[in-house]
T-cell receptor, first 112, second 113 residues
Framework: EADIYQTPRYLVIGTGKKITLECSQTMGHDKMYWYQQDPGMELHLIHYSYGVNSTEKGDLSSESTVSRIRTEHFPLTLESARPSHTSQYLC???????????FGPGTRLTVL | GNSVTQMEGPVTLSEEAFLTINCTYTATGYPSLFWYVQYPGEGLQLLLKATKADDKGSNKGFEATYRKETTSFHLEKGSVQVSDSAVYFCARLGYTGRRALTFGSGTRLQVQP
């Protein structure tokens, strides 16, 4: 299993601020993912990574960006937060094959 | 494309009632199938999984069988408890490409004492 950590758990900020949501995992899994969960509960993939220096956009268009400089770290950045970015953001990690993905506890972001 | 359809909630049951949450998936390739559970204020936890046709996943009294002929993976539990109240997500994982999960829309379960 992978331990997945996300910080902060809750964040309330004003419009226009730059924010970074942190995600880290301790088991060296190659693949990492960011999902956005809207208030209606649906989950949508917004970014993923196959490994170091690999990042791709997911199904749902997002103004956020990600980086993968180290295997264990996959931060998500919003350069200028807007109220439309209010959501819960879930980070996950997985390995090749048919294994499941392991999720962090999520960051609940509110942009005022 | 890849998709997962699950029954809408909320589902409200009395304690010890039988639970079924329906889930169907698109049959592109041979996906792995999962049920995840999300308790209030938390992330997703894997509940059970099945990786090929006729596999049965089970955990904590929950079961689901991978039915290729009906492209279904329905979640069942014989006797629910108040502590089972949560949101349940069915998901598929393709075996090629980016291997990201495609989720159903989630079903909220409320169990009353």
């Amino acid at each position: 299993e992978a331990d997945i950590y996300q910080t902060p758990r809750y964040l309330v900020i004003g419009t226009g601020k730059k924010i970074t949501l942190e995600c880290s995992q301790t088991m060296g899994h190659d693949k990492m993912y960011w999902y956005q969960q809207d208030p209606g509960m649906e989950l949508h993939l917004i970014h993923y990574s196959y490994g170091v220096n690999s990042t791709e956009k997911g199904d749902l268009s997002s103004e956020s960006t990600v980086s993968r400089i180290r295997t264990e770290h996959f931060p998500l950045t919003l350069e200028s937060a807007r109220p439309s970015h209010t959501s819960q953001y879930l980070c996950a990690a997985g390995v090749n094959g048919y294994n499941e993905q392991f999720f962090g506890p999520g960051t609940r972001l509110t942009v005022l | 494309g890849n998709s997962v359809t699950q029954m809408e909630g909320p589902v409200t049951l009395s304690e010890e009632a039988f639970l079924t949450i329906n889930c169907t998936y698109t049959a592109t390739g041979y996906p792995s199938l999962f049920w995840y559970v999300q308790y209030p204020g938390e992330g997703l936890q894997l509940l059970l999984k099945a990786t090929k046709a006729d596999d049965k996943g089970s955990n904590k009294g929950f079961e689901a069988t991978y039915r290729k002929e009906t492209t279904s993976f329905h979640l069942e539990k014989g006797s629910v408890q108040v502590s089972d109240s949560a949101v349940y997500f069915c998901a598929r994982l393709g075996y090629t490409g980016r291997r990201a999960l495609t989720f159903g829309s989630g079903t909220r379960l409320q169990v009353q004492p």
